[in-house]
């Protein structure tokens, strides 16, 4: 059946959404409202009406970490986002998960009946690195231990560390199944060519088709193929934080009508028409669809409104994106209302939420607009004629999202960035103008596209944050420290479920000091210790971020540089409500099978930016499976169990049986389901059992 995933691996009490069964939606775990689920969820054919309809999850003190807490989090939303999947703060639930920072990023496969590790240790804090974990923790396996994997992978045997070849073992069908879908070279559960590898120049896994070598091992975000194993394993397609998208490319327009009481319609346009639509832009010229407001015929003031279906919202906030250009009058608008429910079931209480105002720039530009609606709505784009005679054109609309997820605080656009590839010196910078954050904090990003020819860096774009002195900063508190800094390279696809953004951060603390100024604050006030910039009459903090934000082939793959425009979105969050979140009892929790995959070449530092590296023993002197980490420098092992069997040890050589089975043992192998007794040694975890790192 396509729920069973492997051997002895049961998911009933993980998340079985169907039917409307929606569950808890989190949104902060320090001031999260347990709920409780509606309707009437069931599990796979075989199972029982289940109690836990949401997976469960704590985030324990020893997760020290503020900038590992708050990726965490991003990483459920992530989940909310494009799949069916959710998460709620444990309450009383048997099965849960426990993120903790131990040694390296690692799960297990499926629920394990009881509370379970996830580790987020040193350099796991990437958002895909936890999304991949926690795929492993709701069932999913490495896609190159598929049963077909031969047919799509080389392993290079030779090249893996003789202690890691257990890494790269194929599982029959017994174990798990493809729930029949193709072999996914950009699948977040794939290996990069290079894991595990004697040497950092060899490769231990390469694709039959040589163009996915540079594919394999990304992590970016989910590949199509991985949220459609994850829907079919849970038996739903929904998403929960999407309420609708439309790339205007069905001659229903995603089901939007045209206001009766209007004095004029928007069209149905093609790109051969009125130039290039914003979905096919770039390598599909005059392809693609979007809808268009003429402005330069008619009376001023005559207007034209587009209006959504009913949408029932879950949160109490939401983002509406899109992209607009307006080619018209400097004087036409494009407000966006919100119709909302009056109290009386009936939708007509019309509230104007943002305008945008005709200027001389013609192109493609993104548009993020915040609605506060908690009862059934439409939202509406009004068009607004300026004035005709002044007008060659209108106002274009393409390629929107509406989601309940906070809008982004901060977006800046730069135009012809593959021109600053090709010709832009070696240390030529681009820097953003002054954003500020929700408490009011200033703060910029700095973009330095070609890195340095002599260096590491020199074919990635590197990006970095500083703060900016601003109006406010009288009043706030210096140094500033507990805050997320997320940068974004957003990925253009029209598909908010297919884009594979890149996504990076780091948390402010007291730590980061200037060495040369008595120990500084880097995060103190930028008019103290940064340097005047005359171009926006403020002083700017030194930078602190990536030289290898990403490679400049990445940046040319997908749709980073849709009409030739880098978009980049920033956050400047406060985490310190998550300084102290669940104390855990004094409890083990037991983990089992193979090697966490270090993190030491996620990131290159850009200046000042400090690596934190994920160490690994050279030869790994543990038996049985056990897994060698480096503990100040030296090797310990940390032994494997399963149901059966558990190891002790200084290397783990020691076999043990659990005392409920010895009784069995007693009886006869029978009582255990195997036809005659052989006796073992070097047992590993079973397959539905292991743990699994990235």
């Known amino acids: 059946p396509s729920?069973?995933?492997?051997?002895?691996?049961?998911?009933?009490?993980?998340?079985?959404?169907?039917?409307?069964?929606?569950?808890?939606?989190?949104?902060?775990?320090?001031?999260a409202v347990r709920g409780e689920c509606p309707g009437t969820?069931?599990?796979?054919?075989?199972?029982?009406?289940?109690?836990?309809?949401?997976?469960?999850?704590?985030?324990?003190?020893?997760?020290?970490?503020?900038?590992?807490?708050?990726?965490?989090?991003?990483?459920?939303?992530?989940?909310?986002?494009?799949?069916?999947?959710?998460?709620?703060?444990?309450?009383?639930?048997?099965?849960?998960?426990?993120?903790?920072?131990?040694?390296?990023?690692?799960?297990?496969?499926?629920?394990?009946?009881?509370?379970?590790?996830?580790?987020?240790?040193?350099?796991?804090?990437?958002?895909?690195?936890?999304?991949?974990e926690i795929l492993h923790a709701l069932g999913l396996f490495h896609e190159q231990t598929r049963t077909d994997r031969d047919d799509y992978v080389k392993i290079w045997w030779e090249h893996v560390l003789p202690d890691q070849i257990h890494n790269f073992k194929k599982y029959g069908d017994s174990y798990l199944t493809d729930?029949?879908?193709?072999?996914?070279?950009?699948?977040?559960?794939?290996?990069?060519?290079?894991?595990?590898?004697?040497?950092?120049?060899?490769?231990?896994?390469?694709?039959?088709?040589?163009?996915?070598?540079?594919?394999?091992?990304?992590?970016?975000?989910?590949?199509?193929?991985?949220?459609?194993?994850?829907?079919?394993?849970?038996?739903?397609?929904?998403?929960?934080t999407l309420l609708d998208q439309c790339d205007f490319e069905s001659a229903d327009v995603c089901g939007l009508v045209q206001e009766t009481r209007d004095d004029d319609d928007w069209t149905y346009k093609n790109s051969d028409s009125l130039g290039q639509d914003h979905t096919f832009a770039g390598p599909c010229k005059d392809a693609g669809h979007f809808m268009h407001f003429n402005t330069s015929s008619g009376m001023r003031g005559e207007a034209a409104v587009l209006e959504s279906r009913i949408l029932y919202p879950k949160r109490k906030q939401q983002c509406l994106q899109f992209f607009f250009k307006m080619t018209g009058s400097p004087w036409d608008r494009l407000t966006i209302w919100?119709?909302?429910?009056?109290?009386?079931?009936?939708?007509?209480?019309?509230?104007?939420?943002?305008?945008?105002?005709?200027?001389?720039?013609?192109?493609?530009?993104?548009?993020h607009v915040t609605l506060?609606?908690?009862?059934?709505?439409?939202?509406?784009?009004?068009?607004?004629?300026?004035?005709?005679?002044?007008?060659?054109?209108?106002?274009?609309?393409?390629?929107?999202?509406?989601?309940?997820?906070?809008?982004?605080?901060?977006?800046?656009?730069?135009?012809?960035?593959?021109?600053?590839?090709?010709?832009?010196?070696?240390?030529y910078l681009v820097q953003s103008p002054l954003f500020y954050s929700a408490e009011g904090y200033g703060y910029g990003l700095?973009?330095?596209?070609?890195?340095?020819?002599?260096?590491?860096?020199?074919?990635?774009?590197?990006?970095?944050?500083?703060?900016?002195?601003?109006?406010?900063?009288?009043?706030?508190?210096?140094?500033?420290?507990?805050?997320?800094?997320?940068?974004?390279?957003?990925?253009?696809?029209?598909?908010v479920r297919r884009r594979m953004s890149s996504e990076r951060s780091f948390t402010?603390?007291?730590?980061?000091?200037?060495?040369?100024?008595?120990?500084?604050?880097?995060?103190?006030?930028?008019?103290?210790?940064?340097?005047?910039?005359?171009?926006?009459?403020?002083?700017r903090s030194r930078d602190w971020g990536w030289s290898k934000f990403i490679s400049h082939s990445q940046l040319r793959r997908r749709k980073y540089l849709k009409n030739d425009d880098l978009i980049?979105?920033?956050?400047?969050?406060?985490?310190?409500?998550?300084?102290?979140?669940?104390?855990?009892?004094?409890?083990?929790?037991?983990?089992?099978?193979?090697?966490?995959?270090?993190?030491?070449?996620?990131?290159?530092?850009?200046?000042?930016?400090?690596s934190y590296q994920t160490g690994q023993c050279d030869q790994n002197p543990c038996q049985n499976d056990g897994i060698c980490v480096n503990v100040k420098g030296r090797a310990s092992c940390r032994c494997a169990t399963s149901k059966i069997f558990f190891y002790t040890g200084v290397r783990c050589q020691v076999a043990h049986v659990h005392r409920n089975i010895l009784a069995l043992l007693a009886v006869g192998c029978h009582t255990l389901g195997r036809g005659n007794c052989t006796k073992r040694s070097g047992v590993s975890a079973e397959p539905g059992r292991q743990l699994t790192s990235e």
């Open 3 to 31: 729920y069973f995933i492997a051997q002895d691996t049961s998911l009933e009490t993980l998340m079985w959404l169907r039917n409307g069964c929606l569950g808890f939606i989190l949104q902060s775990l320090s001031s």
């Open 41 to 132: 969820c069931t599990g796979p054919p075989s199972s029982k009406l289940l109690k836990i309809v949401c997976l469960s999850v704590c985030l324990s003190v020893c997760l020290s970490d503020l900038n590992a807490k708050g990726v965490i989090l991003k990483a459920f939303e992530g989940f909310h986002l494009k799949s069916c999947v959710n998460f709620k703060p444990r309450d009383r639930e048997r099965s849960f998960i426990i993120f903790q920072k131990l040694d390296g990023c690692w799960s297990a496969i499926g629920d394990a009946k009881h509370g379970q590790n996830l580790s987020i240790g040193v350099g796991c804090d990437h958002k895909a690195i936890v999304m991949h």
């Open 179 to 240: 729930l029949n879908t193709p072999y996914d070279y950009e699948s977040i559960m794939h290996y990069g060519p290079f894991s595990f590898s004697k040497n950092s120049s060899l490769r231990t896994i390469t694709a039959r088709i040589s163009e996915f070598n540079h594919i394999i091992g990304q992590r970016l975000d989910f590949s199509t193929t991985d949220l459609a194993r994850l829907n079919r394993m849970y038996n739903c397609t929904s998403s929960l």
């Open 338 to 367: 919100v119709k909302k429910d009056d109290g009386t079931g009936k939708i007509r209480r019309l509230v104007k939420i943002q305008t945008f105002q005709g200027n001389s720039d013609h192109n493609w530009k993104i548009a």
């Open 372 to 427: 506060n609606v908690q009862r059934k709505f439409k939202y509406l784009f009004h068009g607004l004629k300026g004035n005709p005679g002044d007008s060659s054109g209108g106002i274009s609309i393409d390629d929107l999202t509406l989601s309940e997820t906070p809008c982004p605080s901060a977006v800046w656009l730069i135009r012809n960035f593959s021109h600053l590839l090709r010709t832009a010196p070696e240390d």
């Open 446 to 495: 700095t973009v330095s596209p070609r890195g340095q020819s002599d260096s590491a860096s020199a074919n990635y774009t590197r990006i970095s944050f500083h703060l900016i002195s601003g109006e406010n900063d009288g009043v706030l508190e210096w140094p500033v420290l507990g805050r997320q800094v997320t940068i974004t390279v957003l990925d253009q696809d029209p598909d």
């Open 508 to 539: 402010t603390d007291a730590t980061q000091v200037f060495p040369g100024k008595n120990q500084s604050s880097r995060w103190d006030k930028p008019s103290l210790l940064g340097n005047f910039d005359a171009s926006c009459n403020c002083s």
């Open 568 to 610: 980049i979105f920033a956050e400047f969050e406060d985490l310190t409500h998550l300084r102290k979140t669940e104390h855990l009892s004094p409890q083990t929790w037991f983990i089992l099978g193979e090697h966490p995959l270090g993190r030491n070449k996620r990131s290159a530092p850009l200046e000042d930016w400090q």
